[in-house]
């Protein structure tokens, strides 16, 4: 009896499990689907809109929806062409108020206005080195896109769970199995082009850069791994900076452990610039030797499961 109420209570948890995570990732879905579509507006008003100035004739705050709740954000009223339009309008540094001119982007097809977002130029630039990612070449667009994906993801993963749950089909864990071996896969192959464009990358920076000598402002280094219970040191891996200014920017690179430990501020450092990619490295900097890392484990992992799934599957067959 007792056996079979811990078996009901367990059961209850993944079952409140399940439907708790696929509420929470059907909210992530919907929410990064919204930006998607806002940011792919957007662009789509930035390839084919035009800049217009306007005049404002009336600021309101209304909520249309739920970022006017939370955003710095008014409505502007405004005559163009012998009609009155209006439109959202978030307030980064200025105040827009009545009788001030500001530029917008406007489409004739939609007949619509869109605020143009600048991007102010950063005081700071980090080396692409510096946590690498191919993903930080890919427009927002994209990203969400992607966003979007994964979240499907992990909602089939988990309606799935909470189907064999219910109705013991376990096709549906077959299935599941399946899609996780294809997403390792993909990861694996992902993970390896993106080590192999880091060196590329490295290389040309190798190759093509100028050198040039700096005066270090600051070093800074950043833990990789979390510490252990002894907070010995030996088994921590760490990431190691040092920036400095170049054209009115501070300017962050990677550097070398030797060269962390010996560089004070105001000491002077040898690197390499290339001005095609607008970034700087040490010299003799020997790049990320733990990149190859993530590559191999998901490539493990997709052996692993593709194993278990394909030859399992025929010993049950058997």
Same mark, same amino acid.
């Not at 040039?212 to 907070?231: F, I």
């Given at each position: 009896?007792?056996?079979?109420?811990?078996?009901?209570?367990?059961?209850?948890?993944?079952?409140?499990?399940?439907?708790?995570?696929?509420a929470?990732?059907?909210?992530?879905?919907?929410?990064?689907w919204?930006?998607?579509? #806002?940011?792919?507006?957007?662009?789509?008003?930035?390839?084919? /809109?035009?800049?217009?100035?306007?005049?404002v004739?009336?600021?309101?705050?209304?909520?249309? +929806?739920w970022? +006017?709740?939370?955003?710095?954000?008014h409505?502007?009223?405004f005559?163009?062409?012998?009609?009155?339009?209006?439109?959202?309008?978030v307030f #980064?540094?200025?105040?827009?108020s009545?009788?001030?001119?500001v530029?917008l982007?406007?489409?004739?097809?939609?007949?619509q206005?869109?605020?143009?977002?600048?991007?102010?130029?950063?005081?700071r630039?980090?080396?692409?080195?510096?946590?690498?990612?191919?993903?930080?070449?890919?427009s927002?667009?994209h990203?969400?896109?992607? /966003?979007?994906?994964?979240a499907?993801c992990?909602?089939f993963?988990?309606?799935?769970?909470l189907?064999?749950?219910?109705t013991?089909?376990?096709f549906i864990?077959?299935?599941?199995r /399946?899609l996780l071996v294809?997403?390792?896969?993909a990861?694996?192959?992902?993970?390896?082009?993106d080590?192999?464009?880091?060196y590329?990358?490295w290389?040309?920076l190798r190759?093509?850069?100028?050198?040039?000598?700096?005066t270090?402002?600051?070093? +800074?280094?950043?833990?990789?791994?979390r510490?252990?219970?002894?907070?010995?040191?030996?088994?921590?891996?760490?990431?190691?900076?040092?920036?400095?200014?170049?054209?009115?920017?501070?300017?962050?690179? %990677?550097?070398?452990?030797?060269?962390? #430990?010996?560089?004070?501020?105001?000491?002077?450092?040898?690197?390499?610039? #290339?001005?095609a990619? +607008?970034?700087?490295? %040490?010299?003799g900097y020997?790049?990320?030797?733990?990149?190859?890392?993530?590559p191999?484990?998901?490539?493990?992992?997709?052996?692993?499961?593709?194993?278990?799934?394909?030859?399992?599957?025929e010993?049950?067959?058997?």
């Amino acid at each position: 009896m007792f056996g079979r109420i811990l078996h009901f209570l367990g059961k209850l948890y993944q079952i409140v499990f399940a439907l708790v995570m696929i509420a929470v990732s059907a909210g992530a879905a919907w929410l990064i689907w919204y930006f998607y579509e #806002d940011e792919k507006l957007q662009n789509r008003f930035i390839r084919e /809109g035009k800049m217009v100035q306007v005049k404002v004739s009336e600021t309101t705050y209304e909520q249309h +929806d739920w970022r +006017d709740r939370i955003g710095n954000s008014h409505y502007i009223h405004f005559p163009y062409q012998g009609k009155t339009y209006t439109t959202r309008y978030v307030f #980064d540094t200025a105040w827009v108020s009545v009788g001030d001119r500001v530029r917008l982007l406007y489409h004739p097809q939609l007949d619509q206005f869109r605020q143009i977002h600048v991007e102010r130029p950063p005081s700071r630039v980090v080396s692409p080195l510096i946590e690498w990612s191919t993903t930080k070449g890919l427009s927002l667009e994209h990203k969400l896109l992607g /966003g979007v994906i994964l979240a499907v993801c992990f909602i089939f993963f988990f309606a799935g769970s909470l189907l064999v749950l219910l109705t013991g089909w376990t096709f549906i864990t077959i299935l599941a199995r /399946g899609l996780l071996v294809l997403v390792l896969g993909a990861l694996a192959v992902f993970f390896t082009y993106d080590t192999i464009q880091y060196y590329n990358y490295w290389n040309r920076l190798r190759d093509n850069g100028r050198p040039m000598t700096v005066t270090v402002e600051g070093t +800074d280094r950043h833990s990789l791994s979390r510490r252990s219970r002894t907070r010995s040191s030996s088994f921590r891996q760490y990431r190691y900076e040092a920036s400095f200014r170049y054209r009115n920017q501070t300017r962050i690179i %990677p550097i070398g452990e030797q060269d962390y #430990d010996r560089l004070k501020p105001k000491d002077r450092l040898e690197v390499l610039y #290339d001005p095609a990619l +607008d970034d700087f490295m %040490p010299v003799g900097y020997a790049g990320d030797r733990f990149k190859v890392l993530l590559p191999l484990f998901f490539l493990a992992l997709f052996l692993i499961f593709g194993w278990n799934l394909v030859f399992k599957k025929e010993a049950k067959g058997r």
